[in-house]
C-alpha cells in the first residue's frame, strides 16, 4: 500500500476487536529515502513516529548518507533499530556518455573524473560566439533514435530511458516510431499479450501510437496511464519482450523492472523551485535500476549531452556520494485534528517534537555544547 494510506490507518479509530494494525507484524519502508521528498516526506516520518512499537519496522534504501542518524531516531522513537550496512553490488555499473559522436566510457580508470577519450562537445573553430547567456553554441541533445540506436548496436537493451515529464515519455514514442527492436517471435508473444489485453479490458481506449510502439517493443510508462496498461508494460518488460521504456524517475521506486542500462537523458529538472541539477541521491537512485541480478555480468549507466549539461557534470554526479536525509515533518491543520481526535493536547505536543528534523537539531546543539565545554576546558588549563 502507498505510505499515505497506511498513515490514515495508524490515524484511525478502531475497536480492538476491528483494529487492523493490531496483530501486524512487520512494516517495510521500502525506498525510505523518500522522506526527503518535499510533497510527501512528512507522510514518512509521521508514519515512524505512529507506528505502534510492538510493530517491527524495516527501513530499505540505497542513497541514505546519514544513514547512522536515521537509525538513532528510530532508535529513540520506535524501539532497538539495528543498522545494517552493505557496500557490494550484486552486478557492477560501467558509466558512458552519449553525445551527437556517439557512446564513450565516462569515467577514468581511477574512476574519480572524466575518461580521456570521452569526446565532449566543443564548439567548432571560428564559432565561439557567446549566446545572451554566456554560454558558448550550446549543443543540443542527440536525438532520441540516435541513442536507442547505439543501445542496440552495443547489445545494451533491455533500457530504461528516463524522461522527467509524462508528454516527454509519449513524445518520444513518436520520435522513433520508425524503429523495431524486436524479432519475429518476440512480436508474436506481444500481440498475444495485447489481445488478451484487449479482451480483459474493453472499456480501455485504444491508443493506437502506443499499442504499435508496444508490437516494436517500446513503450511508455508513467502515472497518467491506466493501471492495467502499466501492469502489462511491466510484465512485458520483465519476461525481455520491452527492449526500451521511457519512464518518469517514479519508475525507480517500488516496481520490479531491473534493465541491463539505464539511460538519464538530463542531468537537470524543472521543480516548484525552478530549474535545478539532479542531487546525488537522485541520480544514484535511477542508475541502481541497471544490471539485472543472474542476467548481467554488468550493467551500464548512460548520461546524455544536453545543451546546458555535458560530461563534466554526468562525471561529478557518477562519483558523488548520496545525499543527507533532511526532514520534512511539517506539522499541517489535518494532522494536529488528527492528533488531537487520538491524543490529549500534551500527548500531541510530544507525538510533533518527536520529528527527525527535532532529533537532528537536539543532536547537534548536543554537539556544539560538548565542543564549547571542551575549549572552555582548554582555555582554562
Not at 559522436?101 to 573553430?125: D, Q, T
Not at 562519483?319 to 543527507?324: G, T, W
Request: aromatic share 8%; net charge positive; with cysteine.
Amino acid at each position: 500500500m502507498t505510505t499515505e494510506i497506511f498513515r490514515n490507518m495508524l490515524y484511525g479509530e478502531f475497536d480492538d476487536l476491528d483494529d487492523p494494525l493490531i496483530n501486524l507484524e512487520s512494516v517495510i519502508l521500502d525506498e525510505c529515502h523518500y522522506m526527503n521528498d518535499p510533497q510527501r516526506g512528512t507522510v514518512w516520518e509521521e508514519t515512524i513516529i505512529h507506528c505502534p512499537t510492538r510493530t517491527q519496522i524495516i527501513a530499505l534504501s540505497a542513497t541514505i548518507a546519514n544513514s547512522s542518524q536515521l537509525n538513532n531516531w528510530i532508535n529513540k522513537i520506535h524501539g532497538p533499530t539495528v543498522l545494517i550496512n552493505s557496500y557490494i553490488r550484486p552486478v557492477p555499473l560501467d558509466f558512458l556518455f552519449c553525445s551527437a559522436k556517439g557512446l564513450h566510457p565516462l569515467l577514468n580508470e581511477k574512476r574519480n573524473g572524466i575518461h580521456p577519450n570521452c569526446k565532449v562537445w566543443r564548439a567548432p573553430k571560428g564559432q565561439k560566439k557567446r549566446s545572451k547567456y554566456g554560454r558558448v553554441n550550446q549543443p543540443k541533445s542527440p536525438p532520441i533514435s540516435f541513442v536507442v540506436e547505439k543501445l542496440a548496436e552495443r547489445d545494451l537493451l533491455p533500457a530504461i530511458y528516463f524522461i522527467f515529464s509524462r508528454k516527454g515519455c509519449d513524445k518520444a514514442i513518436e520520435y522513433i516510431k520508425d524503429l523495431s527492436l524486436v524479432n519475429y517471435s518476440e512480436a508474436n508473444k506481444i500481440s498475444q499479450k495485447l489481445s488478451l489485453y484487449e479482451k480483459n479490458n474493453r472499456e480501455a481506449i485504444k491508443n493506437k501510437i502506443h499499442f504499435d510502439a508496444l508490437k516494436r517493443g517500446i513503450a511508455s510508462h508513467h502515472a497518467g496511464l491506466l493501471p492495467a496498461w502499466k501492469e502489462l508494460i511491466e510484465e512485458l518488460f520483465q519476461e525481455g519482450l520491452i527492449k526500451v521504456v521511457f519512464a518518469t524517475e517514479t519508475l525507480a521506486a517500488g516496481i520490479n523492472m531491473p534493465a541491463r542500462t539505464t539511460v538519464i537523458s538530463s542531468l537537470s529538472k524543472r521543480t516548484e523551485d525552478g530549474h535545478r541539477l539532479l542531487f546525488s541521491s537522485e541520480f544514484l537512485q535511477m542508475s541502481g535500476r541497471a544490471g539485472r541480478r543472474g542476467k548481467d555480468k554488468q550493467g551500464y549507466v548512460v548520461t546524455v549531452q544536453s545543451r546546458f549539461e555535458g560530461a563534466k557534470e554526468a562525471s561529478e554526479l557518477a562519483v558523488s556520494k548520496p545525499n543527507d536525509l533532511i526532514s520534512q515533518f511539517t506539522p499541517s491543520y489535518g494532522m494536529v485534528l488528527n492528533l488531537l481526535q487520538n491524543y490529549n493536547l500534551e500527548k500531541s505536543k510530544e507525538l510533533i517534537k518527536r520529528s527527525f528534523g527535532s532529533f537532528i537539531y537536539m543532536e547537534d546543539s548536543s554537539q556544539d555544547n560538548n565542543k564549547i565545554s571542551i575549549l572552555e576546558k582548554e582555555l582554562k588549563i
